[in-house]
Protein backbone atom coordinates (compact mmCIF):
# COMPACT_ATOMS: atom_id res chain seq x y z
CA UNK A 1 0.00 0.00 0.00
CA UNK A 2 2.92 2.11 0.97
CA UNK A 3 4.74 1.23 -2.26
CA UNK A 4 1.58 2.16 -4.33
CA UNK A 5 0.87 5.34 -2.75
CA UNK A 6 4.67 6.43 -2.85
CA UNK A 7 4.80 5.23 -6.94
CA UNK A 8 1.54 7.65 -7.38
CA UNK A 9 2.50 10.82 -5.35
CA UNK A 10 5.90 10.39 -7.74
CA UNK A 11 3.88 10.14 -11.34
CA UNK A 12 1.87 13.38 -9.83
CA UNK A 13 5.08 14.51 -9.17
CA UNK A 14 6.71 14.06 -12.48
CA UNK A 15 3.28 15.67 -14.35
CA UNK A 16 3.41 18.92 -12.42
CA UNK A 17 6.88 19.78 -12.73
CA UNK A 18 6.27 18.85 -16.63
CA UNK A 19 2.91 20.83 -16.89
CA UNK A 20 5.01 23.98 -14.86
CA UNK A 21 7.55 23.76 -17.34
CA UNK A 22 5.97 23.42 -20.22
CA UNK A 23 3.60 26.28 -18.72
CA UNK A 24 6.98 27.97 -18.58
CA UNK A 25 7.86 27.77 -21.98
CA UNK A 26 4.08 28.97 -23.37
CA UNK A 27 4.35 32.18 -21.27
CA UNK A 28 7.64 33.13 -22.49
CA UNK A 29 6.92 32.44 -25.94
CA UNK A 30 3.33 34.77 -25.81
CA UNK A 31 3.64 36.54 -23.28
CA UNK A 32 7.00 38.15 -23.06
CA UNK A 33 8.03 40.68 -20.41
CA UNK A 34 7.59 44.52 -20.98
CA UNK A 35 10.48 45.91 -21.24
CA UNK A 36 11.77 48.32 -18.98
CA UNK A 37 10.06 52.36 -19.68
CA UNK A 38 12.22 55.28 -20.73
CA UNK A 39 11.92 58.20 -18.45
CA UNK A 40 8.61 60.43 -20.22
CA UNK A 41 7.76 63.69 -19.54
CA UNK A 42 4.11 64.98 -20.14
CA UNK A 43 3.57 68.20 -20.30
CA UNK A 44 1.88 71.18 -21.54
CA UNK A 45 3.14 74.85 -22.48
CA UNK A 46 2.24 78.29 -21.01
CA UNK A 47 2.62 81.05 -23.63
CA UNK A 48 1.07 83.96 -21.25
CA UNK A 49 2.60 86.49 -19.76
CA UNK A 50 0.49 86.59 -16.15
CA UNK A 51 2.03 84.84 -13.13
CA UNK A 52 -1.37 83.73 -11.80
CA UNK A 53 -2.27 82.59 -14.67
CA UNK A 54 0.48 80.00 -15.03
CA UNK A 55 0.24 78.64 -11.47
CA UNK A 56 -3.71 78.10 -12.06
CA UNK A 57 -2.41 76.14 -14.98
CA UNK A 58 -0.16 74.27 -13.24
CA UNK A 59 -2.40 73.46 -10.48
CA UNK A 60 -4.89 72.11 -12.96
CA UNK A 61 -2.67 69.93 -14.46
CA UNK A 62 0.09 68.96 -11.98
CA UNK A 63 -1.95 65.94 -11.12
CA UNK A 64 -1.29 63.90 -14.70
CA UNK A 65 1.55 65.90 -15.91
CA UNK A 66 5.32 66.12 -15.19
CA UNK A 67 6.63 68.95 -17.42
CA UNK A 68 5.15 72.85 -17.95
CA UNK A 69 6.97 74.45 -20.63
CA UNK A 70 7.23 78.20 -20.46
CA UNK A 71 7.03 79.32 -24.32
CA UNK A 72 6.16 83.10 -23.93
CA UNK A 73 8.01 85.43 -25.97
CA UNK A 74 6.96 88.37 -23.55
CA UNK A 75 8.73 86.66 -20.39
CA UNK A 76 11.95 85.98 -22.15
CA UNK A 77 13.05 89.51 -21.25
CA UNK A 78 11.11 89.37 -17.77
CA UNK A 79 13.76 87.65 -15.66
CA UNK A 80 11.38 88.42 -12.36
CA UNK A 81 8.86 86.74 -13.75
CA UNK A 82 10.08 83.68 -15.32
CA UNK A 83 11.94 82.83 -12.21
CA UNK A 84 8.76 82.81 -10.60
CA UNK A 85 6.50 80.94 -12.65
CA UNK A 86 9.87 78.18 -12.57
CA UNK A 87 9.83 78.42 -8.82
CA UNK A 88 5.74 77.70 -8.22
CA UNK A 89 6.22 74.99 -11.39
CA UNK A 90 9.32 73.34 -9.59
CA UNK A 91 7.47 73.64 -6.20
CA UNK A 92 4.56 72.01 -7.51
CA UNK A 93 6.78 68.70 -8.71
CA UNK A 94 7.25 69.70 -12.45
CA UNK A 95 9.84 69.63 -14.44
CA UNK A 96 10.72 72.72 -16.80
CA UNK A 97 11.88 73.99 -20.14
CA UNK A 98 12.05 77.17 -20.71
CA UNK A 99 11.50 79.56 -24.12
CA UNK A 100 14.35 81.96 -25.65
CA UNK A 101 14.44 83.07 -29.09
CA UNK A 102 17.49 84.92 -28.57
CA UNK A 103 19.72 85.87 -25.85
CA UNK A 104 17.24 88.35 -24.25
CA UNK A 105 17.35 92.04 -24.04
CA UNK A 106 20.48 94.60 -23.36
CA UNK A 107 20.51 91.99 -20.30
CA UNK A 108 21.26 88.96 -21.61
CA UNK A 109 18.24 87.79 -19.75
CA UNK A 110 19.20 83.73 -21.52
CA UNK A 111 22.36 83.87 -20.33
CA UNK A 112 21.11 84.89 -16.88
CA UNK A 113 18.75 82.31 -17.05
CA UNK A 114 20.74 79.48 -18.34
CA UNK A 115 23.63 80.45 -15.87
CA UNK A 116 20.98 79.98 -13.02
CA UNK A 117 18.72 77.19 -13.60
CA UNK A 118 21.07 74.57 -12.91
CA UNK A 119 21.91 75.25 -9.82
CA UNK A 120 18.72 76.48 -8.55
CA UNK A 121 16.15 73.96 -10.17
CA UNK A 122 18.90 71.23 -10.54
CA UNK A 123 17.28 67.74 -12.27
CA UNK A 124 13.90 69.62 -12.71
CA UNK A 125 15.74 72.43 -15.72
CA UNK A 126 15.69 70.31 -18.23
CA UNK A 127 16.57 72.90 -20.54
CA UNK A 128 15.98 75.38 -23.34
CA UNK A 129 13.67 75.73 -25.84
CA UNK A 130 15.88 77.79 -28.50
CA UNK A 131 14.30 79.78 -31.33
CA UNK A 132 11.14 77.69 -33.18
CA UNK A 133 9.93 75.47 -36.17
CA UNK A 134 13.52 76.28 -37.62
CA UNK A 135 13.43 73.35 -40.73
CA UNK A 136 9.41 74.80 -41.67
CA UNK A 137 10.46 78.30 -41.42
CA UNK A 138 12.82 77.33 -44.19
CA UNK A 139 10.51 75.63 -46.41
CA UNK A 140 7.44 78.24 -45.89
CA UNK A 141 8.88 81.35 -45.37
CA UNK A 142 11.89 83.42 -45.84
CA UNK A 143 14.97 82.29 -44.12
CA UNK A 144 18.71 83.65 -44.24
CA UNK A 145 21.38 81.75 -43.51
CA UNK A 146 25.26 82.19 -43.30
CA UNK A 147 27.56 81.10 -46.13
CA UNK A 148 30.32 78.15 -45.26
CA UNK A 149 32.87 79.59 -46.84
CA UNK A 150 32.76 83.27 -45.35
CA UNK A 151 30.81 84.38 -42.24
CA UNK A 152 30.55 87.86 -43.54
CA UNK A 153 28.20 86.71 -46.61
CA UNK A 154 24.54 85.40 -46.21
CA UNK A 155 21.80 83.96 -47.86
CA UNK A 156 18.78 84.44 -48.15
CA UNK A 157 15.44 81.88 -49.73
CA UNK A 158 12.54 82.46 -50.60
CA UNK A 159 9.42 80.37 -48.96
CA UNK A 160 8.09 79.88 -53.39
CA UNK A 161 11.95 78.47 -54.56
CA UNK A 162 12.11 81.56 -56.34
CA UNK A 163 16.16 82.98 -55.39
CA UNK A 164 18.72 82.82 -53.29
CA UNK A 165 20.78 86.13 -52.48
CA UNK A 166 24.56 86.34 -51.94
CA UNK A 167 25.42 88.93 -49.41
CA UNK A 168 28.72 90.72 -49.22
CA UNK A 169 29.33 93.97 -47.19
CA UNK A 170 32.36 96.28 -46.96
CA UNK A 171 33.19 99.54 -45.76
CA UNK A 172 32.09 101.05 -48.98
CA UNK A 173 29.85 98.41 -50.61
CA UNK A 174 26.28 96.17 -49.93
CA UNK A 175 26.14 93.47 -52.26
CA UNK A 176 23.76 91.38 -53.11
CA UNK A 177 22.94 88.51 -56.08
CA UNK A 178 19.72 87.02 -56.55
CA UNK A 179 20.25 83.67 -58.75
CA UNK A 180 16.18 83.29 -60.01
CA UNK A 181 14.47 79.93 -60.74
CA UNK A 182 14.31 81.08 -64.15
CA UNK A 183 17.37 81.81 -65.23
CA UNK A 184 17.77 85.47 -64.48
CA UNK A 185 20.41 87.15 -61.87
CA UNK A 186 19.66 90.30 -60.31
CA UNK A 187 22.59 92.06 -58.76
CA UNK A 188 22.45 95.08 -56.55
CA UNK A 189 25.08 97.08 -55.16
CA UNK A 190 24.98 100.25 -52.64
CA UNK A 191 27.89 102.16 -53.25
CA UNK A 192 29.16 104.67 -50.45
CA UNK A 193 31.09 107.84 -51.25
CA UNK A 194 32.98 108.50 -47.98
CA UNK A 195 34.48 112.50 -49.92
CA UNK A 196 30.99 113.23 -51.14
CA UNK A 197 27.84 111.25 -49.37
CA UNK A 198 25.58 113.45 -51.75
CA UNK A 199 27.20 111.02 -54.19
CA UNK A 200 25.77 107.77 -52.97
CA UNK A 201 24.28 105.85 -55.79
CA UNK A 202 22.35 101.98 -56.44
CA UNK A 203 23.10 100.16 -58.89
CA UNK A 204 21.29 97.16 -60.36
CA UNK A 205 22.60 94.95 -63.30
CA UNK A 206 20.10 92.49 -64.77
CA UNK A 207 20.92 89.35 -66.64
CA UNK A 208 17.94 88.75 -68.53
CA UNK A 209 17.79 84.92 -70.12
CA UNK A 210 17.59 86.19 -73.57
CA UNK A 211 20.99 87.80 -73.36
CA UNK A 212 19.99 91.38 -72.89
CA UNK A 213 21.48 93.10 -69.90
CA UNK A 214 19.81 96.00 -67.94
CA UNK A 215 21.80 97.75 -66.01
CA UNK A 216 20.53 101.16 -63.98
CA UNK A 217 22.52 103.51 -61.78
CA UNK A 218 20.23 106.16 -59.38
CA UNK A 219 21.81 108.39 -57.04
CA UNK A 220 20.22 108.10 -53.09
CA UNK A 221 20.30 111.71 -52.61
CA UNK A 222 18.15 114.42 -54.82
CA UNK A 223 21.02 117.20 -53.91
CA UNK A 224 23.28 114.95 -55.94
CA UNK A 225 24.82 116.38 -58.94
CA UNK A 226 24.44 112.72 -60.82
CA UNK A 227 21.92 111.88 -63.46
CA UNK A 228 19.88 108.01 -63.06
CA UNK A 229 20.71 105.86 -65.54
CA UNK A 230 18.57 103.45 -67.49
CA UNK A 231 19.68 101.52 -69.94
CA UNK A 232 19.64 98.18 -71.88
CA UNK A 233 22.85 96.20 -73.24
CA UNK A 234 21.71 94.38 -76.15
CA UNK A 235 23.73 90.81 -77.41
CA UNK A 236 24.52 92.38 -80.68
CA UNK A 237 26.20 95.16 -78.72
CA UNK A 238 23.96 97.78 -79.28
CA UNK A 239 23.33 100.17 -76.06
CA UNK A 240 19.62 101.34 -75.48
CA UNK A 241 18.93 104.33 -72.94
CA UNK A 242 15.50 102.89 -71.39
CA UNK A 243 14.24 106.84 -71.31
CA UNK A 244 14.86 107.07 -74.94
CA UNK A 245 11.11 106.51 -76.25
CA UNK A 246 12.83 106.66 -79.98
CA UNK A 247 15.06 103.60 -79.34
CA UNK A 248 18.06 105.71 -80.43
CA UNK A 249 21.63 103.67 -79.79
CA UNK A 250 23.94 105.37 -77.44
CA UNK A 251 27.82 104.75 -78.11
CA UNK A 252 29.06 106.20 -74.96
CA UNK A 253 28.58 104.05 -71.87
CA UNK A 254 30.48 100.90 -73.50
CA UNK A 255 29.04 97.53 -74.80
CA UNK A 256 27.74 94.00 -73.36
CA UNK A 257 31.46 92.83 -74.01
CA UNK A 258 32.21 95.56 -70.58
CA UNK A 259 30.13 92.99 -68.41
CA UNK A 260 31.17 89.63 -66.88
CA UNK A 261 29.59 86.86 -69.12
CA UNK A 262 26.35 85.57 -68.02
CA UNK A 263 27.66 82.13 -67.25
CA UNK A 264 30.48 82.71 -64.74
CA UNK A 265 28.29 84.71 -62.81
CA UNK A 266 25.40 82.15 -62.84
CA UNK A 267 28.13 79.15 -61.88
CA UNK A 268 29.24 81.57 -58.84
CA UNK A 269 25.97 80.96 -57.31
CA UNK A 270 26.24 79.59 -53.62
CA UNK A 271 23.92 77.07 -53.98
CA UNK A 272 23.80 74.50 -56.90
CA UNK A 273 22.80 71.36 -54.60
CA UNK A 274 21.36 69.52 -52.11
CA UNK A 275 24.73 69.10 -50.30
CA UNK A 276 24.92 73.07 -50.41
CA UNK A 277 22.11 74.06 -48.99
CA UNK A 278 22.34 71.32 -46.49
CA UNK A 279 25.45 72.31 -45.04
CA UNK A 280 24.48 76.14 -44.86
CA UNK A 281 21.35 74.85 -43.10
CA UNK A 282 23.45 73.22 -40.08
CA UNK A 283 26.17 75.47 -40.41
CA UNK A 284 23.97 78.53 -39.35
CA UNK A 285 21.78 76.84 -36.90
CA UNK A 286 24.79 75.58 -35.21
CA UNK A 287 26.30 79.52 -35.56
CA UNK A 288 22.73 81.05 -33.71
CA UNK A 289 22.87 78.04 -31.16
CA UNK A 290 26.58 79.21 -30.31
CA UNK A 291 26.09 82.67 -30.47
CA UNK A 292 23.00 82.91 -29.10
CA UNK A 293 21.73 80.02 -26.55
CA UNK A 294 24.85 81.27 -24.72
CA UNK A 295 27.28 78.80 -26.08
CA UNK A 296 25.53 75.66 -26.29
CA UNK A 297 26.80 74.89 -22.68
CA UNK A 298 27.48 71.41 -22.19
CA UNK A 299 25.29 71.52 -19.26
CA UNK A 300 22.45 72.83 -20.94
CA UNK A 301 19.87 70.65 -23.33
CA UNK A 302 18.87 72.59 -26.60
CA UNK A 303 14.92 71.63 -27.30
CA UNK A 304 12.60 73.38 -30.23
CA UNK A 305 9.81 72.05 -32.25
CA UNK A 306 9.60 71.44 -35.82
CA UNK A 307 7.94 70.03 -38.66
CA UNK A 308 10.48 68.95 -41.04
CA UNK A 309 13.83 68.45 -41.35
CA UNK A 310 14.72 66.64 -38.15
CA UNK A 311 18.04 65.14 -38.95
CA UNK A 312 19.53 68.24 -40.07
CA UNK A 313 17.90 69.74 -36.54
CA UNK A 314 19.96 67.36 -35.13
CA UNK A 315 23.08 67.80 -36.58
CA UNK A 316 23.10 71.55 -35.71
CA UNK A 317 23.18 70.73 -32.34
CA UNK A 318 19.92 70.22 -30.95
CA UNK A 319 19.58 67.51 -28.21
CA UNK A 320 15.92 66.86 -28.21
CA UNK A 321 13.51 67.80 -30.96
CA UNK A 322 9.03 67.63 -30.74
CA UNK A 323 7.65 66.54 -33.95
CA UNK A 324 4.68 68.27 -34.06
CA UNK A 325 1.25 66.49 -34.79
CA UNK A 326 -1.70 68.19 -36.33
CA UNK A 327 -3.95 65.17 -35.92
CA UNK A 328 -3.59 64.05 -40.17
CA UNK A 329 -3.36 61.12 -41.77
CA UNK A 330 0.89 62.23 -42.01
CA UNK A 331 1.55 62.12 -38.81
CA UNK A 332 2.83 58.44 -38.49
CA UNK A 333 5.01 59.34 -41.56
CA UNK A 334 6.19 62.39 -39.29
CA UNK A 335 6.76 59.83 -36.49
CA UNK A 336 9.06 57.55 -38.60
CA UNK A 337 11.28 60.79 -39.61
CA UNK A 338 11.61 62.05 -36.25
CA UNK A 339 12.54 58.51 -34.81
CA UNK A 340 14.39 57.55 -37.43
CA UNK A 341 16.30 60.77 -37.08
CA UNK A 342 16.68 59.81 -33.13
CA UNK A 343 18.01 56.73 -33.31
CA UNK A 344 20.15 56.99 -35.59
CA UNK A 345 21.57 59.92 -33.98
CA UNK A 346 21.73 58.96 -30.38
CA UNK A 347 19.63 61.82 -29.52
CA UNK A 348 15.86 61.99 -27.90
CA UNK A 349 12.26 63.01 -29.13
CA UNK A 350 9.12 63.81 -28.23
CA UNK A 351 5.78 64.83 -29.79
CA UNK A 352 4.69 68.16 -29.55
CA UNK A 353 0.14 68.34 -29.94
CA UNK A 354 -0.52 71.02 -32.11
CA UNK A 355 -4.06 72.65 -33.03
CA UNK A 356 -6.32 70.88 -35.69
CA UNK A 357 -6.66 74.27 -37.70
CA UNK A 358 -4.48 77.53 -36.92
CA UNK A 359 -6.28 79.68 -38.90
CA UNK A 360 -10.02 79.67 -37.18
CA UNK A 361 -7.93 77.90 -34.21
CA UNK A 362 -9.57 74.75 -34.00
CA UNK A 363 -8.51 72.34 -31.16
CA UNK A 364 -8.23 68.97 -31.78
CA UNK A 365 -10.78 66.55 -29.92
CA UNK A 366 -9.60 64.74 -26.86
CA UNK A 367 -9.78 61.35 -29.02
CA UNK A 368 -7.04 62.80 -31.41
CA UNK A 369 -4.83 64.05 -28.40
CA UNK A 370 -4.99 60.70 -26.21
CA UNK A 371 -4.20 58.92 -29.45
CA UNK A 372 -1.40 60.73 -30.58
CA UNK A 373 0.34 60.71 -27.13
CA UNK A 374 0.10 57.43 -26.98
CA UNK A 375 1.49 56.33 -30.94
CA UNK A 376 4.42 58.66 -29.66
CA UNK A 377 5.02 56.83 -26.44
CA UNK A 378 5.01 53.33 -28.31
CA UNK A 379 7.09 54.38 -31.00
CA UNK A 380 9.78 54.94 -28.60
CA UNK A 381 9.02 58.75 -27.23
CA UNK A 382 9.91 60.22 -24.15
CA UNK A 383 7.58 63.60 -23.99
CA UNK A 384 4.52 64.47 -24.92
CA UNK A 385 3.46 68.08 -24.96
CA UNK A 386 0.43 69.70 -25.64
CA UNK A 387 0.61 73.24 -27.29
CA UNK A 388 -1.91 75.46 -25.19
CA UNK A 389 -1.71 79.30 -26.17
CA UNK A 390 -2.60 82.09 -24.05
CA UNK A 391 -4.99 84.99 -25.36
CA UNK A 392 -8.50 85.97 -25.65
CA UNK A 393 -8.98 84.40 -28.63
CA UNK A 394 -12.43 82.69 -30.07
CA UNK A 395 -11.15 78.22 -30.53
CA UNK A 396 -13.60 75.96 -32.35
CA UNK A 397 -13.99 72.87 -30.14
CA UNK A 398 -16.30 69.94 -30.61
CA UNK A 399 -18.27 72.05 -32.49
CA UNK A 400 -19.28 74.56 -30.14
CA UNK A 401 -17.40 78.36 -29.71
CA UNK A 402 -15.52 78.80 -26.34
CA UNK A 403 -13.06 81.70 -25.21
CA UNK A 404 -10.07 80.83 -23.90
CA UNK A 405 -9.92 80.68 -20.04
CA UNK A 406 -7.33 81.20 -17.07
CA UNK A 407 -5.85 77.72 -18.12
CA UNK A 408 -5.59 79.14 -21.88
CA UNK A 409 -6.78 77.46 -24.99
CA UNK A 410 -7.70 74.03 -23.94
CA UNK A 411 -10.90 72.85 -22.97
CA UNK A 412 -12.05 70.06 -20.49
CA UNK A 413 -12.01 67.66 -22.81
CA UNK A 414 -8.50 68.18 -23.88
CA UNK A 415 -7.49 67.99 -20.18
CA UNK A 416 -9.09 65.01 -19.58
CA UNK A 417 -7.73 63.23 -22.77
CA UNK A 418 -3.83 64.04 -20.81
CA UNK A 419 -5.20 62.63 -17.91
CA UNK A 420 -6.32 59.25 -19.44
CA UNK A 421 -3.34 59.54 -20.94
CA UNK A 422 -1.47 59.97 -17.72
CA UNK A 423 -2.89 57.09 -16.50
CA UNK A 424 -3.43 54.46 -19.04
CA UNK A 425 -0.36 54.47 -20.78
CA UNK A 426 2.66 56.25 -18.51
CA UNK A 427 1.64 54.56 -15.63
CA UNK A 428 0.81 51.42 -16.82
CA UNK A 429 2.97 48.79 -16.55
CA UNK A 430 2.42 46.78 -19.66
CA UNK A 431 2.83 50.03 -21.89
CA UNK A 432 6.26 50.77 -22.58
CA UNK A 433 8.64 53.38 -25.16
CA UNK A 434 11.74 51.72 -24.90
CA UNK A 435 11.22 50.43 -28.48
CA UNK A 436 13.52 50.57 -31.42
CA UNK A 437 12.44 50.47 -35.00
CA UNK A 438 13.24 47.24 -37.42
CA UNK A 439 13.30 48.20 -40.35
CA UNK A 440 14.34 51.36 -42.39
CA UNK A 441 13.79 53.38 -45.12
CA UNK A 442 16.92 55.39 -46.37
CA UNK A 443 16.36 59.13 -48.17
CA UNK A 444 18.67 60.40 -50.51
CA UNK A 445 21.84 62.22 -49.12
CA UNK A 446 21.39 65.64 -47.88
CA UNK A 447 17.44 65.14 -49.07
CA UNK A 448 15.59 68.46 -47.06
CA UNK A 449 11.88 67.37 -48.52
CA UNK A 450 9.07 68.36 -46.40
CA UNK A 451 7.27 65.49 -47.92
CA UNK A 452 4.06 66.50 -46.91
CA UNK A 453 2.41 65.61 -49.76
CA UNK A 454 3.57 64.30 -53.40
CA UNK A 455 4.06 68.06 -54.47
CA UNK A 456 6.31 68.99 -52.25
CA UNK A 457 9.27 70.64 -53.42
CA UNK A 458 12.55 70.41 -51.25
CA UNK A 459 15.21 72.88 -49.30
CA UNK A 460 12.24 75.25 -49.69
CA UNK A 461 14.09 76.23 -52.75
CA UNK A 462 14.09 73.30 -55.14
CA UNK A 463 10.43 72.42 -57.28
CA UNK A 464 9.42 69.10 -57.08
CA UNK A 465 10.98 66.79 -60.13
CA UNK A 466 11.61 63.25 -60.24
CA UNK A 467 13.57 62.23 -57.25
CA UNK A 468 10.62 64.23 -54.96
CA UNK A 469 8.23 61.96 -56.54
CA UNK A 470 10.42 58.66 -56.40
CA UNK A 471 10.70 59.30 -52.93
CA UNK A 472 7.32 59.96 -51.99
CA UNK A 473 6.49 57.08 -53.44
CA UNK A 474 8.57 54.92 -51.45
CA UNK A 475 8.09 56.60 -48.57
CA UNK A 476 3.98 56.00 -49.06
CA UNK A 477 4.79 51.90 -50.03
CA UNK A 478 6.95 51.81 -47.10
CA UNK A 479 4.73 53.13 -44.21
CA UNK A 480 2.10 50.79 -45.91
CA UNK A 481 4.46 47.40 -45.45
CA UNK A 482 6.09 48.47 -42.27
CA UNK A 483 3.35 50.72 -40.07
CA UNK A 484 5.20 52.14 -36.80
CA UNK A 485 8.24 49.81 -37.19
CA UNK A 486 9.78 52.08 -39.59
CA UNK A 487 12.73 54.72 -39.13
CA UNK A 488 13.19 56.87 -41.73
CA UNK A 489 16.68 58.11 -42.13
CA UNK A 490 19.28 59.38 -44.40
CA UNK A 491 22.03 58.21 -46.39
CA UNK A 492 24.88 59.82 -43.95
CA UNK A 493 28.33 58.38 -44.11
CA UNK A 494 28.60 59.37 -40.63
CA UNK A 495 25.40 57.21 -39.31
CA UNK A 496 25.45 54.07 -41.46
CA UNK A 497 22.58 51.61 -41.26
CA UNK A 498 24.71 48.40 -41.47
CA UNK A 499 23.68 45.70 -38.82
CA UNK A 500 21.31 48.35 -37.34
CA UNK A 501 17.87 47.26 -39.02
CA UNK A 502 16.87 43.84 -40.06
CA UNK A 503 15.67 45.52 -43.24
CA UNK A 504 16.92 48.57 -44.86
CA UNK A 505 15.12 49.89 -48.49
CA UNK A 506 16.62 52.84 -50.80
CA UNK A 507 14.54 55.65 -51.79
CA UNK A 508 14.95 54.42 -55.32
CA UNK A 509 13.94 50.65 -54.53
CA UNK A 510 10.31 49.17 -54.70
CA UNK A 511 9.77 47.24 -51.55
Known amino acids: MNRRLAICLSITLIVVIVVSTYAAIESSWFAAPVAAKKPFYVGVTYCGNNVTEA???????????????????????????????????????????????????????????????????????????????????????YSNMLLKVNTDDSISVDSNGQYDSFWNTTTSISKAISFLNSGEIDIWASYINFQNPTDDVNNETVYCTNGTIYFSSTPTSTESKLEPLYLWYLPNGTVLDKLDKNGVAVTVYGSISGFEPYRQVWDSRPIKTYSDLANDYVYTQRHYLGTDAIGNSSNVNLFTSDYALYWFDYKAGYNTLFAELFGTKTDSQTLALIKGAA?????????????????????????????????AYRDGAEYAVVFNYQGEQQVQNNNSTTTSSSSGLLQATQFAAMEKFWSNVVEN????????????????????GGMRNKDDGTWGYWNPDNTTQQVWNTLQSSLAKYGSKLDIVYDDSAYPTAGRYQHVVYWNQTT
Not at 60 to 76: A, E, I
Not at 77 to 92: G, K, L, P, W
Not at 349 to 375: C, D, F, H, P
Open 343 to 375: DMQGKSWGAMIEWANRTTITLQTGTQIYNEMRQ
Open 55 to 141: EQLIDRVKGYTNLLVVQSGPLMDNFTRMEQICDYAVYSGLNIIVYYSRNGDANNTCSQFANVAPSRYGSHFLGLYFNDEPGGKLLDH
Open 429 to 448: PKETNNVKAKDALVLPASFG
